[in-house]
């Protein structure tokens, strides 16, 4: 009897600790899972076991608020069902091997403060629907296979401090509404196809401590107005058409020295890509 009992209390016991999820939370990551080929990850999901034990998978007060499969060989493309899990606030699926565009369900993560998916393979256009996600924070779509104009509706994410846009094929120019983003501290659109002069709207920017513009197809000069960002720490506009080369700088004053001329310079090059 007592065993029967013992067994009787598992079984509610392991019920109860799948029914904390919502079932249509649990059938997004189930999508997830096997639109991504989980069963070949590097740390894969028993998907008998409790969503609490799957790794990567945060859970607060039944919600799933964190999905974190970084460097976990995912493969695939993301199904539009992860537009379901509504209650996370942070995903990070870098160096994986996704492919495919983003779906568009992504618009529903009203809640989301950081969205990384960088060195994957995605392509098509940045979705215009990543404007609808005001509470970002932190948007790295760096090193993939994107291409087309920079959407205005990123503009909209004005909680946005990390914005790493490089190392894709981006074309068009750097919005002028830039401004909008007045929180923001890291701009990274280095090594795209980005055409046009940098906008001096970027000097209205007063928290930004780095500035990564190599690599492109800009012209004409650093606006004098750029000497005010006191808070600039990092700065890289090299290999574009500007009318004069400008030394790279890390970890100095760039107000003082962003003008020197590379033919002479005096400042120590200490720039990595992310």
Known sequence: MKTLKFIAVFFFVSAYSFANVSSN??????ALYKATNGAEWNTTWDLKASIDTWYGVKIENNKIVEINLQFNNLQGTLPQEIGSLVNLRKINLGFNKLEGTLPSSIKNLKELTSLELFMNRFEGNIPSELGELTKLESLKLYSNK?????PQSLMRLINLKELLLGSNFLTGTIPNNIYALSKLEK???MDNKLEGEIPVEIAQLTNLEELILSTNNLTGDLPLEFMNLSNLNTIMVSDNNLNREYVSISGKNPPSLMMIDMEN???TVDIEKE
């Not at 939370?25 to 189930?30: F, G, N, P, Q």
């Not at 994107?146 to 920079?150: D, Q, R």
């Open 25 to 30: 939370d649990k059938d997004a990551l189930i």
């Open 146 to 150: 994107f291409e087309g104009n920079i």
């Open 187 to 189: 701009l990274s659109l």
């Open 265 to 267: 310079p005096t400042a």
